[in-house]
């Protein structure tokens, strides 16, 4: 019996240690020089065009969260959950834009980085609603980009700003063209048509409250603004007190929800692309894509902050539209329509002034 018994367990042991062998085997195999190989559909098994080559490790930081916040300190992501986005990355060169590849990256939302801060306004006794924020993401090079709280929290498709773990390239099946494969982790942000918000190895996540004062009077009635006045860098460059009729109007269709009062309407809206009023005032560079904040301000200090990739660089068509409409006289007569938004709360009525600046620190 004892023998039996011996030979039982000598079994055991070789089973589990000719199963780790071959474990072990199979991770020298597909160790690449970016990371760990994860198998790859290369069969067209399924329908999926974005599981067709392998997936890549990048290597990763340590990132902290600081601003303001009540809970600043080390992100955890030992239980956040992965999500994927798929983009064309392009940048800016001498000649026009230049692509760089197609990828599908792995990684963890800031949606859920930064959910469970606490957040501690600067200015929340002037200014309660949480509009006006925006996070800055810097990298170990000192390189910085700006995404507003409107981009994280507000939007109509969630968690496609990310920071990436993983990478595939997007292959295409004619040409088997390999575009180069980053080899660190990466801010990802799905939106973008030029991607210079997309940098390597991030290290810190600041939140901040747009740093300018404005006189709020709450429940001001009427509001109304019969202009705009637009600041660039704090200097005022133009005056409007219409739509400007060289820009051709556009009609979006809506459901207008508000995150507190829920349905507001269901009526289009009709106006002008915000993108289209500064082409010829602001530069299409790699500072005012990375580092661009717009503040949209009421007559009644109410204001929406967004950032100039959100406006002026977006590759999903869901525009921020300039609505003017002279025979209100209340809650006019220029009004702001963010349809990238789920929920109502950054559409400024009677908006009296633009600003724009690149050096918000």
Not at 134 to 141: A, G, P, R, S, W
Not at 179 to 199: F, Q
Request: hydrophobic content about 35%; overall charge negative.
């Amino acid at each position: 019996m004892k023998k039996v018994i011996n030979l039982s367990v000598i079994s055991v042991i070789l089973f589990f240690s000719f199963s780790c062998n071959n474990q072990n085997k199979k991770k020298k195999q597909g160790v690449k020089s970016s990371g760990l190989a994860v198998k790859a559909d290369t069969v067209d098994a399924t329908n999926n065009f974005y599981d067709n080559a392998e997936t890549y490790n990048l290597q990763t930081s340590d990132i902290e969260v600081l601003g303001e916040v009540a809970n600043p300190g080390k992100v955890d992501f030992s239980d956040l959950p992965l999500h994927s986005i798929i983009v064309k990355e392009t940048v800016l060169d001498n000649q026009g834009d230049a692509f760089v590849g197609a990828y599908r990256y792995d990684g963890y939302s800031l949606y859920d980085i930064l959910n469970d801060r606490v957040l501690d306004k600067k200015n929340a006794k002037d200014f309660k609603p949480i509009i006006d924020l925006f996070v800055e993401v810097e990298n170990d090079k000192g390189e910085k980009v700006v995404i507003s709280w409107g981009e994280l929290y507000y939007p109509n498709h969630l968690h496609e700003i990310i920071i990436a773990s993983k990478v595939m390239r997007i292959v295409p099946s004619k040409t088997n063209e390999l575009w180069e494969l980053p080899t660190e982790s990466k801010l990802v942000i799905g939106s973008d048509l030029i991607t210079e918000r997309n940098i390597s190895n991030p290290v810190k996540i600041t939140v901040k409250s747009y740093n300018k004062t404005l006189k709020v009077e709450k429940g001001k009635k009427p509001l109304f603004s019969p202009k705009i006045d637009i600041y660039l860098e704090n200097e005022i460059a133009e005056t409007l007190f219409a739509n400007p009729t060289e820009i051709p109007e556009q009609t979006l269709h809506t459901i207008f929800y508000g995150r507190g009062r829920g349905i507001h309407s269901t009526q289009p809206f009709t106006g002008v692309y915000l993108k289209d009023f500064f082409t010829d005032k602001i530069k299409h560079t790699k500072k005012s894509l990375q580092e661009g904040l717009f503040v949209i301000a009421a007559d009644d200090g109410y204001r929406s902050v967004f950032t100039y990739s959100e406006i002026c660089n977006r590759n999903d068509q869901a525009e921020v539209l300039l609505v003017c409409n002279p025979e209100l006289t209340d809650n006019g007569i220029f009004r702001l329509f963010p349809s990238c938004d789920f929920f109502s709360d950054r559409a400024v009525k009677g908006v009296n002034a633009i600003y724009y600046s690149e050096n918000q620190r």
